[in-house]
Nanobody, 117 residues
């Protein structure tokens, strides 16, 4: 059974840093990453990383956030620096697996990040 367990969310002051982790089990994944959802807003992409290390970032976090992946541990990380109040959201770990039947998406339970001004 596939399971994604995210952690690392916290309350931090603007300008501070946090590191999110997401440990996956039950499968290996082509892509892993993070999405976020702020109150009253749609869930949006933050960053993705492929098994080969290719990355993709939302424009709003480029230069501040860094996604990385440890394939041996089946874990993805999100280093968040220079945090802003608008980064406040629930952050969801995401993983995708591609099979002959197409892609299958998996989600973690979410971890709250709150940035105070």
């Amino acid at each position: 059974q596939v399971q994604l367990v995210g952690s690392g969310g916290d309350l931090v002051q603007a300008g501070g840093s946090l590191r999110l982790s997401c440990a996956a089990s039950g499968s290996t994944f082509s892509t892993m990453g993070w999405y976020r959802q702020a109150p009253g807003k749609q869930r949006e992409l933050v960053a993705l990383i492929s098994s080969g290390g290719n990355t993709n970032y939302a424009d709003s976090v480029k230069g501040r956030f860094t996604i990385s992946r440890d394939n041996a541990k089946n874990t993805v990380y999100l280093q968040m620096n220079s945090l802003k109040p608008e980064d406040t959201a629930v952050y969801y770990c995401h993983a995708a697996r591609y099979t002959a039947w197409g892609p299958t998406d998996y989600w973690g339970q979410g971890t709250q990040v709150t940035v105070s001004s």
